[in-house]
Protein backbone atom coordinates (compact mmCIF):
# COMPACT_ATOMS: atom_id res chain seq x y z
CA UNK A 1 0.00 0.00 0.00
CA UNK A 2 1.32 3.76 -1.24
CA UNK A 3 0.36 6.69 1.43
CA UNK A 4 -0.51 9.83 -0.18
CA UNK A 5 0.63 13.17 1.80
CA UNK A 6 -0.22 16.51 0.76
CA UNK A 7 1.10 20.10 1.88
CA UNK A 8 0.05 23.27 0.19
CA UNK A 9 1.25 26.69 -0.21
CA UNK A 10 -1.61 28.67 0.04
CA UNK A 11 -2.84 32.04 -1.76
CA UNK A 12 -2.78 35.74 0.70
CA UNK A 13 -4.73 35.84 3.37
CA UNK A 14 -6.03 31.83 3.53
CA UNK A 15 -5.21 29.58 6.25
CA UNK A 16 -7.02 26.57 4.46
CA UNK A 17 -4.55 23.28 3.63
CA UNK A 18 -5.00 21.77 -0.08
CA UNK A 19 -7.01 19.49 -1.07
CA UNK A 20 -6.62 18.87 -4.53
CA UNK A 21 -6.86 15.03 -6.28
CA UNK A 22 -4.04 14.10 -8.66
CA UNK A 23 -3.68 11.32 -10.00
CA UNK A 24 -1.78 8.55 -8.27
CA UNK A 25 1.56 7.86 -9.53
CA UNK A 26 2.99 4.82 -11.47
CA UNK A 27 3.88 1.55 -8.62
CA UNK A 28 6.76 1.08 -9.28
CA UNK A 29 8.78 -2.28 -7.20
CA UNK A 30 10.50 -0.95 -4.54
CA UNK A 31 14.28 -1.86 -6.99
CA UNK A 32 12.40 0.55 -9.30
CA UNK A 33 12.71 3.70 -7.01
CA UNK A 34 13.92 6.80 -8.84
CA UNK A 35 16.70 8.65 -8.07
CA UNK A 36 16.82 11.98 -9.09
CA UNK A 37 19.81 14.21 -8.15
CA UNK A 38 19.67 17.90 -8.75
CA UNK A 39 16.85 18.53 -11.22
CA UNK A 40 12.91 17.10 -11.85
CA UNK A 41 13.07 15.22 -14.67
CA UNK A 42 9.22 15.71 -16.33
CA UNK A 43 8.36 19.46 -15.62
CA UNK A 44 6.01 22.03 -17.88
CA UNK A 45 7.86 23.68 -20.69
CA UNK A 46 8.05 27.23 -18.71
CA UNK A 47 11.14 28.78 -18.81
CA UNK A 48 10.29 31.48 -15.45
CA UNK A 49 9.48 27.46 -13.97
CA UNK A 50 12.69 26.17 -15.04
CA UNK A 51 15.03 29.20 -14.30
CA UNK A 52 13.44 29.37 -10.65
CA UNK A 53 13.69 25.40 -10.08
CA UNK A 54 17.46 25.51 -11.31
CA UNK A 55 17.90 28.66 -8.62
CA UNK A 56 16.64 26.47 -5.65
CA UNK A 57 19.15 23.44 -6.39
CA UNK A 58 21.98 26.07 -6.90
CA UNK A 59 21.17 27.68 -3.63
CA UNK A 60 20.98 24.24 -2.14
CA UNK A 61 24.62 23.54 -3.40
CA UNK A 62 25.83 26.82 -2.84
CA UNK A 63 24.52 26.63 1.09
CA UNK A 64 25.85 23.07 1.10
CA UNK A 65 21.69 21.73 1.38
CA UNK A 66 21.08 17.68 0.80
CA UNK A 67 18.36 18.01 -1.26
CA UNK A 68 15.23 14.54 -2.02
CA UNK A 69 16.19 13.24 -5.16
CA UNK A 70 13.00 11.37 -5.55
CA UNK A 71 11.29 14.27 -7.18
CA UNK A 72 9.30 13.21 -10.20
CA UNK A 73 7.45 16.34 -11.40
CA UNK A 74 5.95 18.81 -11.25
CA UNK A 75 2.79 19.59 -12.83
CA UNK A 76 -0.09 22.18 -13.95
CA UNK A 77 -3.69 22.08 -12.73
CA UNK A 78 -6.74 22.84 -13.57
CA UNK A 79 -8.11 23.82 -9.88
CA UNK A 80 -7.95 21.99 -6.05
CA UNK A 81 -10.41 21.48 -3.94
CA UNK A 82 -9.86 24.59 -1.84
CA UNK A 83 -10.23 27.43 -3.98
CA UNK A 84 -7.23 29.56 -1.73
CA UNK A 85 -4.57 26.78 -2.79
CA UNK A 86 -2.06 27.29 -5.33
CA UNK A 87 0.07 24.56 -5.16
CA UNK A 88 0.87 21.61 -3.36
CA UNK A 89 3.69 18.42 -2.63
CA UNK A 90 2.41 15.38 -2.81
CA UNK A 91 4.72 12.59 -1.17
CA UNK A 92 4.01 8.86 -1.65
CA UNK A 93 5.09 6.37 0.82
CA UNK A 94 5.03 2.52 0.90
CA UNK A 95 3.23 1.44 3.90
CA UNK A 96 6.07 1.13 6.15
CA UNK A 97 6.59 5.21 5.84
CA UNK A 98 9.66 4.43 3.21
CA UNK A 99 9.05 7.45 0.48
CA UNK A 100 8.26 6.34 -3.19
CA UNK A 101 8.02 9.48 -5.06
CA UNK A 102 7.27 12.90 -4.50
CA UNK A 103 5.15 15.04 -7.27
CA UNK A 104 4.79 18.91 -7.00
CA UNK A 105 1.34 20.62 -8.59
CA UNK A 106 0.77 23.93 -9.25
CA UNK A 107 -2.56 26.13 -10.11
CA UNK A 108 -2.30 27.11 -14.22
CA UNK A 109 -4.28 30.04 -13.65
CA UNK A 110 -2.71 31.74 -10.58
CA UNK A 111 0.89 31.14 -11.97
CA UNK A 112 0.16 32.65 -14.88
CA UNK A 113 -1.09 35.92 -13.03
CA UNK A 114 1.42 35.85 -10.29
CA UNK A 115 4.67 38.47 -10.05
CA UNK A 116 8.25 36.96 -10.60
CA UNK A 117 8.96 36.88 -6.67
CA UNK A 118 5.44 35.33 -6.06
CA UNK A 119 6.28 32.20 -8.67
CA UNK A 120 9.46 31.94 -7.00
CA UNK A 121 8.56 32.01 -3.69
CA UNK A 122 6.15 29.68 -4.29
CA UNK A 123 8.34 26.94 -5.97
CA UNK A 124 10.82 27.24 -2.96
CA UNK A 125 7.73 26.84 -0.80
CA UNK A 126 7.26 23.57 -2.74
CA UNK A 127 10.47 22.37 -3.09
CA UNK A 128 10.66 22.74 0.51
CA UNK A 129 8.21 20.55 1.25
CA UNK A 130 9.31 17.89 -1.22
CA UNK A 131 13.18 18.47 -1.63
CA UNK A 132 14.06 19.60 1.91
CA UNK A 133 11.21 17.54 3.78
CA UNK A 134 9.94 21.11 5.56
CA UNK A 135 6.93 21.70 7.45
CA UNK A 136 5.20 24.91 7.79
CA UNK A 137 6.17 27.43 9.77
CA UNK A 138 3.72 28.61 12.38
CA UNK A 139 2.21 31.75 11.84
CA UNK A 140 3.07 34.78 11.74
CA UNK A 141 6.81 33.52 11.27
CA UNK A 142 7.85 35.61 7.99
CA UNK A 143 9.45 32.57 6.24
CA UNK A 144 9.08 31.15 2.94
CA UNK A 145 7.62 28.03 4.63
CA UNK A 146 4.89 30.31 6.12
CA UNK A 147 1.43 28.17 4.48
CA UNK A 148 0.30 31.85 3.14
CA UNK A 149 2.68 33.24 0.55
CA UNK A 150 4.05 36.43 1.81
CA UNK A 151 3.52 39.68 -0.15
CA UNK A 152 6.13 41.05 -2.57
CA UNK A 153 7.35 43.87 -0.82
CA UNK A 154 7.79 41.43 2.00
CA UNK A 155 9.73 38.91 0.30
CA UNK A 156 11.59 40.40 -2.14
CA UNK A 157 14.07 42.63 0.24
CA UNK A 158 14.87 40.29 2.35
CA UNK A 159 14.90 37.04 -0.33
CA UNK A 160 18.80 35.93 0.52
CA UNK A 161 17.69 36.08 4.29
CA UNK A 162 14.65 33.84 3.34
CA UNK A 163 16.92 31.11 1.67
CA UNK A 164 19.19 31.04 3.68
CA UNK A 165 16.59 30.52 6.57
CA UNK A 166 15.02 28.06 4.95
CA UNK A 167 18.12 25.86 4.00
CA UNK A 168 19.07 25.77 6.86
CA UNK A 169 16.03 25.33 8.63
CA UNK A 170 16.17 21.07 10.11
CA UNK A 171 13.84 18.89 8.59
CA UNK A 172 10.68 18.51 9.59
CA UNK A 173 7.97 16.90 7.67
CA UNK A 174 6.59 14.41 10.07
CA UNK A 175 5.08 11.81 7.86
CA UNK A 176 3.65 9.97 9.94
CA UNK A 177 1.77 13.17 11.62
CA UNK A 178 -1.80 13.01 11.55
CA UNK A 179 -2.87 15.68 13.42
CA UNK A 180 -1.28 18.71 11.08
CA UNK A 181 -3.74 20.38 9.34
CA UNK A 182 -1.84 20.26 5.81
CA UNK A 183 -1.35 17.02 5.65
CA UNK A 184 -4.12 14.67 3.93
CA UNK A 185 -4.10 11.07 3.67
CA UNK A 186 -5.14 8.29 1.15
CA UNK A 187 -4.24 5.12 1.24
CA UNK A 188 -3.64 2.67 -2.01
CA UNK A 189 -4.05 -0.83 -2.59
CA UNK A 190 -0.77 -2.26 -4.62
CA UNK A 191 2.50 -3.63 -3.70
Not at 30 to 55: E, H, N
Not at 165 to 182: G, K, M, V
Request: hydrophobic fraction near 40%.
Amino acid sequence: MMVRILCSALAIASVACGRGEPLEPLKPSRKGVPQYFGTIPLMPDDSDLQLIVRQFFADAQTLNKETSRLIESIRWVDSFDEATTIGTCEVWTWDDGTVHSKRINLLKSAWNTSSDQTKRTLIYHELGHCALDLDHVERPTVAIMNPVILYDDVAAPIWFNLVRDEFNAPSSLNLADTHSDCIVRKTFSGE
